[in-house]
Each structure stands twice: as C-alpha cells, then as structure tokens.
C-alpha cells in the first residue's frame, strides 16, 4: 500500500523526446518488469498462505498487531518502501535498481498477508476476484492514457494531497478504534485509479529512457493500491 510516487531525472533522454524506437522499447521494459513484479507477487503471496495459515496467521497477528501495533507496522512499511523507491531510482548500479524492486515487492506481499489470509477465510475466490477486477480496471486506464494521449501528470499534486488526508485517516481510525467502511475503500479506488493514470502518464512523458525499473515500481505500487481496497470492498460485500 502507497501514497506517493515520485520520479528522478538522469542524464538520459526523457521519454517524450526520445526517439520512437527508444521510446516503445522503454515502455516494453516498464511492462515487462511490472509483469513480472506481479509474478513474483503473486508466487510469494502464495508461499506465505502456504506457510502461515489463515486459522493459525489471524489469532497470532491479532496479538501482535491489535492496537499501535499495526500503526507500528505500516510506519515500518513506509520506511521500507520509501529506501526501495530510492533503490530503484538510483543511476549509480542497476543492480541496486532491481534490489529496490525486489524489496518493493516483498514489502507488498508481507503486508497484503494478513488481508489476503483474512479474505481467503471469508472466501477463498476473493483474493482472484479482486485480481480479476484490479487488472481489467488497469488495464482500461492504461488504453485511456495511450489512446488519448492526455497528460495526467498535473493530477501530482492533488493524489498527494488525496493520499495524505487518506492516512491521516488510516491513522485517526486505528488510534480511536473506528472503522473507516466500504465508501472509504470506494474512494481509495479512485485514488489509485488516479495514481495510475498519472504514472502511466510519467512513462510515456516524464521518466528517462533508463528508469524502466524505477516506472515499473511506481505503477506495482499503485496497482497494488487498488488491489488493497478492491479486496476490502470484496470482503465488505460478502458480509453484507
């Protein structure tokens, strides 16, 4: 789960000025690497559930994580996810770019473990539901941006302040014991539906033609945000 994705410059032509050929092969490597970063999220999301089941995961994280624990917890996230970020957007080794990725990756699955458990639980076909679901909406933003051309990058501003009122209610909510509910998980949809446009948007405009890596970790992110609540919306629905 995140709220901001941010871009570096290098000496590389960005990638509204380079030249087509160098152009398409970028976003080829972009995709590429997120497809694969959806791989590897699914395989150790897998492992986990696996390892830790949901009857044995859920008592063991309600102890560890009732109360400041979890707020602990995503401040930990965040700390992780900011280094990752920096990892990926380094010019100094591109294999410090993939270590930013990979971390990204493990990050996301270590979080998502006890929604994913606790939604297998209600129902096991949530968790592909939600997949389902989150890859069809990403994918019609993503032809949004390609077939219309439209620049989102102007939307930067407004998705952080968006995702910085958004924590602040996570916080207020896990600190006074209230629940945020399903229209809350409805507009953190958007949020991210909007995030995803406005990184799409960056690939095709405002990243160098060398930072595949770091646009690949900038659209995981959001996507993962958009699985987060479409997931929370699935349980939200199923206990109705």
């Known amino acids: 789960m995140e709220f901001g994705n941010t871009y570096s410059s290098t000496d590389a032509r960005v990638a509204a000025l380079a030249d087509q050929s160098e152009r398409s092969a970028f976003i080829q490597r972009t995709y590429a690497h997120l497809g694969g970063a959806v791989i590897a999220f699914v395989v150790l999301e897998a492992i986990l559930l696996s390892l830790f089941p949901a009857e044995q995961l859920l008592p063991m994280i309600g102890g560890m ?12 996230f965040m700390v992780v996810s900011s280094i990752a970020r920096y990892w990926a957007s380094s010019s100094a080794s591109q294999g410090l770019q993939y270590a930013g990725l990979g ?53 930067g501003k407004f998705l952080w302040l968006g995702g910085l009122l958004a924590l602040g209610a996570i916080v207020a909510s896990m600190i ?15 949020l991210a539906a909007g995030y995803i446009l406005y990184d799409t948007s960056n ?3 405002h990243y160098s033609t060398n930072q595949h890596v770091a646009a690949s970790l900038a659209l995981f992110a959001s996507l993962a945000l958009m699985l987060w609540y479409v997931i929370q919306i699935l349980i939200s629905l199923q206990d109705d």
């Open 65 to 76: 994580l009732g109360g400041w624990g979890w707020l602990l917890f995503l401040g930990c």
């Open 176 to 190: 006074m014991g209230f629940s945020l509910g399903i229209w809350f998980a409805a507009a953190m949809v958007l």
């Open 103 to 155: 971390l990204y990756v493990v990050a996301e699955a270590v979080i998502f473990l006890p929604l994913m458990a606790f939604a297998t639980r209600v129902d096991p076909s949530i968790p592909m539901n939600a997949g389902i679901i989150t890859g069809i909406v990403f994918a019609g933003l993503t032809a949004i941006c390609f077939i219309t051309g439209t620049d989102f990058s102007g939307l």
């Open 203 to 205: 690939v095709m405009r």
